[in-house]
Structure formats: C-alpha cells, structure tokens
C-alpha cells in the first residue's frame, strides 16, 4: 500500500467495484472528517450501498484504497473486524432482531466485550441498565422496550437501528435511507436526532428526501454511475446541471 | 417477559417430571409385585433408559438447530463416537471372559489373529478416562468441522449435506476390520460395568437414574446457555446472521462453541445408551438416524429444548408400538407425522400448545377487565 497516510477519518481513494463487468463503483473518491457529518444522494443504482458494503467490509473492491483513521486498511478486514474499529452501520431496509424484544436488541449492541465467554458469563451491572434506559429514552422505544422487535412499525424500528447504532458508540456511523417509509413529522425528527449525534461522531448518511437532506444542512456528495458526480452545499449541488439532469430534475 | 417467565414455569415441569421418572421408575420395577397394575416389567427398564438417551440426543441438536439455526444432520456420528468410547470400557472389562479366553485382546482382534492391542485402545480399561473420551472425541471432531465449515461460511442446506457425508463417511469408515473397533458387528457381549453385571436388574435401574440424571443436568445447562447474553447472540445469528457481524460478533466462533458443546451432549447420551442397549455398531452412524433426531425435534417443537425431550420420547414410544404391531407402516408413519408437523404445527406440539395457552389467558384477561381488548393486550 503506498497510500499517502491522511488525517481524515475516513478515506477512499479510487475505489472500484465490478459485478460481472457492470461497475456499481467507478472510481470513487471520498473522503470524510473526524465529527463530520456527510450527506449522500443520487438516483438508484448510483451505488450509495454499494459504497457503504466497501466500507463495511461485506464487498471487496477490485481496484482503489480504503482507509481507516489513516491507518486501517478497511479492504483488507472482514465484517468483524471493522465493526470492532468503530463504524456501525444501519441498512437499507430496517434489520433488527425481530424475535428479541427492543430492549434486548439494544443489549446486543451495547459497546461491550464481544467473544462467545464474555458474553456466556457477563453479568449485566446496573452500568449497563442505565445506558440503555437512556438509549432507549433517546430513541423514544421506552414504552415499548419488553415487545418483540417485530411488531413494532417501520418509523419504531429504523429509530430501534439507530439506537443500537449509538450502543455500540462507533466513531463512524453509516444510515442508508433513514426516512425511508416515515411520516413527514417522523422524518423531522430522525433529523433532529442525527443533528444531534453528528456533534461527537462522523457520519454519513444516504437519503432521497430532500426535504430531509437540507433539514440535516450539511455537505452533500452526488453519486452518479459509481463516481462522485458533485460535492458542496445542498445549493451549490442542486444548482449543479449535471445534478439536475440525472437525479433532481426528473 | 411473558415468555421469560413460561421458561421458568417450564423448567420446573421439566425438571418434576424428570425427578418423578427417576423415583417412580425404580419403585415400579422393585417394589410393586409383579402382576400387579403398577408392576414394570425388567424389559422396559432399559427401554424408557434407551428413551431417554435419545432424549438428551434431541437436547443436543435443539440447541444448535433450534436456537441457533445450525441444522445438523450428522448428529447421530457424535452420539456414536460416545457410544464406542462407552463401549471400549466395557469391552475391556469383559477380560478373559471372552469366547477365547484372551486376558488381553478382545475376541474380535483374536478372531483377526492380532498380536497386541492397537495404542488408541490404552486407557480404555479406566472408566475416567473413557468417560473423558466420551466428551473429547465427539468434541473435536466438532470442532475441527465446525472450525472449517463455519470459517468458509457453509451455511444452511450446504451444512447440512456436508454433515450427512461425515457421519456416512464414519459409518464407512467403522465398518472396516481394520479400525481396530470390531467392524460390521461393532462391540457387544459386555459382561460389567465398574464390577457390576450389565444385565443385572439393578444396574439397569442404576444406569436408567444416571440417564435421567444427565438429561436433567443437560436440559439445564442448555437453560442456562439459551439465558445468557451468548444465548442472545446465537438467536440473532439465526435470525439475522449478517447483521450480528456488523454489530462486532465473530459469528464463526459462536457457531463453532456451541456445535461443540452440543456433540458433547450428544456423546453422552450415546454413552449411556450402549450399556443399556448391550451393543454399538457402524449403523449407529446411518444417515437416516440423524434425520430422525431433527423429526424428534421438530415434532416436539424446535427451540424450546422441553419439545425436543418430549418429541424424542413420545416419537421413539410411537415408534416402539409400530414395530411391534405394524412393523412395515412405521417409515410411512414417521414420514406422515413430519409432513403433518410442518404443514400443521410449524412449531412443533409445544408451540402450538404455547399459542393456545396464551390466547386462552389473552381471552380470560379479556373477559376478567372491563377495559377494551386491544388495551388488554399490551
Ligand atoms: N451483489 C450485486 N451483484 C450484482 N449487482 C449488484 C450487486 N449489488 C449491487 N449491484 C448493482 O450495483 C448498482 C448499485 O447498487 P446500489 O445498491 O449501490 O445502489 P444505490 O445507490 O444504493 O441505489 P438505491 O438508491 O436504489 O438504494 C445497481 O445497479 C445494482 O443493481
Ligand atoms: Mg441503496
């Protein structure tokens, strides 16, 4: 790797991703700050996931670099392993335990030793309780904590995913489509909350509401075609022609 | 927390029924006089034993497949492995009892005009040290599996396949002569068991107390395994495995630890069933025998370990009764029962009882409370 040691939190540099010849990535430069907060549109198939499964280790880029902290070669680990260096990732379509209730969800979450006998013999101190009483306080689940995952609603469990985000205190949070399926008060709010979060955290987030992407009021990146088509304010951006073109303008 | 407390209240019905077996067994058999309603014969002693074992078998495999998601179809080869280690005792117990009166060899190496016992057949003689064969030998041939399997992320179906090819590989493997472990006709004619005769009443009593005994110990092991937060992370792999991986679990550790500790399980439920049966041969290992756990399971209820001792008994009772009285409707009968169960009870007899439990209370709660219904529900 002769990769120049950056001071950025994270770092891609010409990443390629290639399925059966079609490159979801092309290319793809990124680079991202510590405790900043990073929004990311474009149409579908841009490969806004894609680039989030590179980060996280659960697809392996053909070509380009991919650095952690300036020193953790992210294509180089597994799902695992860069879980453990500190970036949580929150999918697409909501994935939450379904059969534990919220309260448990956010238990397996919680920043704590991971191995088979930590967890076979933990103790659980009152430490933990009040962490997640305020986890689930701040994601607003404290009423339904004893119920199955599963029944709650979409909006209660994109936040449930949010919370078990913050449980495992990354230092790099990925939010594919957080508003996806909310309720406009609903997305106002998952606003707020990451607002809130990205005060002490970098973090990126996918989204094709507009209306939330300017409430969040930060950068914003515009993939097209696997490669990064625009960067700047949400204006600069939308008053981009390309931008129009292939996304806003349809 | 509703089914936290019906945990509870299970395990107390399982471990009363298991403490009422192990006393009322041995006063049937001992105490009530034969000819009497309440007598139990001396040849469905080590019948309700052979139960049993295969009881603490469904344990075994509940765990994984159950909580978990790992169906093995290779579980049978784990309780076998028990079995000989079992069974490599008692073989060399028996002395020069034998046919040919060797003080060393067993009949089987004298009959193939062996010289000397092979060096895998020392220690046998102690029954410590058998009984910690009877734990390691399945467990690191689980391990060493699981270590592969898991590590390349074998899941689902291609598991399950590669687990069928390894207990017929053994099965293969066991019926040659040159295994040195008695080939198609395995090991059988014990005489004793830490000095007491095998087929003596009172050994089969004590060995049906002990089987219960381990079933009781097993079911709260795996109790206390399912409680735990580890409990918790195996859940979530077999839900949604990709997603733990993402929160930080090494998904290939947690699959590998439990799959070993249920072969464990499983050798010693083979260990106890070989005195009690008399024999263990290379058809222990049959395929098919690892499917039947998982019917036993399944029709007890999958993931709820109670349904697994309660399908495996009430299955093998079933299939002790066809034998006898329909010997050839009894494959029919079991395929029957399993495609009932998975159109009908997808959650086994438990879980259906369990749901009709609790929308009967739902109902009574209901009808007890002014309060609409849908307030009532949570
Ligand atoms: N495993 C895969 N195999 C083949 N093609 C894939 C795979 N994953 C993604 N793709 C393709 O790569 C492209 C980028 O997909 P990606 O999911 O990253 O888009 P996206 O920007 O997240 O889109 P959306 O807004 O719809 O979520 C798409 O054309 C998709 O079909
Ligand atoms: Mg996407």
């Known amino acids: 790797m002769t990769a120049p040691i950056t001071p950025t939190l994270l770092y891609l540099d010409n990443v390629t991703v290639s399925f059966d010849g079609f490159r979801a990535l092309n290319a793809l430069s990124l680079a991202i700050d510590h405790a900043e907060m990073r929004a990311i549109i474009g149409p579908n198939g841009a490969g806004k996931t894609t680039m989030m499964d590179v980060i996280t280790g659960k697809t392996q880029p053909n070509e380009g670099t991919a650095l952690f902290e300036g020193s953790h070669d992210l294509t180089a680990l597994d799902e695992t392993a860069i879980a453990e260096l500190g970036i949580g990732r929150k999918f697409q379509t909501p994935t939450v335990f379904e059969m534990h209730t919220v309260e448990d969800n956010l238990l397996l979450a919680l920043k704590n030793k991971r191995g088979p006998l930590a967890t076979l013999l933990s103790r659980r101190p009152a430490r933990e309780q009040e962490r997640i009483d305020a986890l689930l306080e701040r994601v607003r689940l404290t009423v339904q904590r004893h119920r199955r995952a599963g029944e709650l609603s979409h909006g209660q469990k994109q936040w449930l995913e949010i919370g078990m985000l913050l449980a495992q205190e990354p230092k790099l949070l990925l939010i594919d489509e957080p508003a996806a399926g909310m309720t406009d008060q609903e997305t106002a709010d998952t606003a707020d909350l990451l607002r809130d979060i990205a005060r002490s955290k970098a973090v990126i987030v996918v989204e094709h509401d507009m209306t939330f992407v300017r409430d969040l009021g930060v950068k914003v990146t515009c993939l097209h075609e696997g490669s990064v088509l625009a960067e700047g304010s949400l204006d600069a951006v939308s008053a981009n022609e390309r931008v129009v073109e292939v996304y806003l303008g349809r | ?378």
């Open chain 2, 1 to 378: 927390m509703r089914t936290q407390s019906l945990f509870d209240r299970q395990t107390t019905v399982v471990l009363s029924l298991l403490a009422a077996a192990a006393i009322l067994v041995p006063a049937m058999n001992g105490l009530a006089l034969p000819g009497s309603a309440l007598h139990l014969s001396d040849h469905l002693v080590p019948l309700l034993g052979k139960y049993v074992c295969f009881a603490l078998l469904a344990l075994s495999v509940d765990l994984i497949w159950g909580f978990c998601g790992i169906l093995s179809l290779g579980h049978g080869a784990f309780f076998a492995l028990g079995g000989y280690a079992m069974g490599m005792y008692l073989m060399r117990q028996i002395g020069a009892r034998g046919v040919y009166s060797d003080p060393v060899l067993p009949d089987f190496m004298v009959f193939l005009n062996w010289k000397e016992l092979p060096w895998f057949w020392y220690g046998f003689d102690w029954l410590p040290f058998a009984a910690l064969m009877v734990l390691l030998v399945p467990g690191t041939l689980a391990f060493v599996f699981g270590w592969f399997a898991f590590r390349s992320r074998v899941t689902g179906v291609y598991f399950s396949i590669i687990t069928q090819a390894m207990t017929f590989a053994l099965m293969l493997a066991f019926f040659r002569n040159d295994m040195g472990l008695g080939g198609n006709n395995g090991l059988t004619d014990f005489k004793e068991i830490l000095g007491f005769p095998v087929q003596a009443g009172s050994t089969r009593i004590a060995l049906f107390v002990l089987s219960v005994l381990a079933l009781a110990g097993g079911y709260l092991l795996c109790r206390w395994v399912v409680g735990s937060t580890f409990g918790k992370v195996l859940v979530a792999v077999r839900d949604a495995e990709s997603r733990t991986r993402f929160l930080g679990y090494r998904v290939e550790h947690y699959k590998l630890a439990v799959f070993t500790l249920s072969a464990m399980l499983a050798g010693v439920a083979g260990a106890l069933y070989v005195p009690q049966v008399g024999i263990i041969n290379p058809s222990e290992f049959a395929p098919a025998n690892s499917i039947e756990v998982v019917i036993w399971v399944a029709v007890g209820g999958r993931g709820t370990l109670a349904g697994a001792i309660l399908g495996a008994l009430l299955v093998n009772a079933g299939k002790t009764w066809f034998t006898a009285a329909l010997p050839e409707f009894w494959l029919f009968a079991l395929g029957g029962l399993f495609v009932f169960v998975t159109l009908f009870m997808p959650r086994g007899i438990l879980g259906a009882a369990n749901d009709l439990w609790e929308r009967s209370s739902q109902k009574l709660r209901a009808r007890r409370s002014p309060q609409p219904v849908t307030q009532a529900a949570e």
